[in-house]
């Protein structure tokens, strides 16, 4: 079992930046796959970023196209903290932000390769 817990969410002008944090419990986090997702009022929830272990302390990354060099994906598994910077912030952007774990052993982007949810936090971005 996983439990996520997010963080760091809130209200930003366009152009700014926010940090989301998700503090991770349960089984081992430096091995697990660790993403987060977004959904906007009335559209389908969204793949951001993911983050994989592949081995030897080395992790990769993949970003969607929409924040592609906006938002960078890391964790700390000192803290078992995975974070999400966003730079640049557009209105489009606006959306409730999900962290998610997955068991999966290649690189996950579609909602249902996920097995933990967090509870999701709100960011709006004002234009």
């Known amino acids: 079992q996983v439990q996520l817990v997010e963080s760091g969410g809130g209200l930003v002008q366009a152009g700014g930046s926010l940090r989301l944090s998700c503090a991770a419990s349960?089984?081992?986090?430096?091995?697990?796959?660790m993403g987060w997702f977004r959904q906007a009022p009335g559209k389908e929830r969204e793949f951001v970023a993911h983050?994989?272990?592949?081995?030897?302390?080395?992790?990769?990354?993949d970003y969607a196209n929409s924040v592609k060099a906006r938002f960078t994906i890391s964790r700390d598994n000192a803290k078992k903290t995975l974070y999400l910077q966003m730079n640049s912030l557009k209105p489009e952007d606006t959306a409730a932000y999900y962290c998610?774990?997955?068991?999966?052993?290649?690189?996950?982007?579609?909602?249902?390769?996920?097995?933990?949810w967090g509870q999701g936090i709100q960011v709006t971005v004002s234009s």
């Open positions: 983050h994989r272990w592949i081995g030897d302390r080395t992790y990769t990354a």
């Open positions: 998610a774990a997955s068991t999966k052993t290649y690189s996950p982007v579609r909602a249902d390769e996920y097995d933990y």
């Open positions: 349960g089984r081992s986090f430096s091995s697990i796959s």
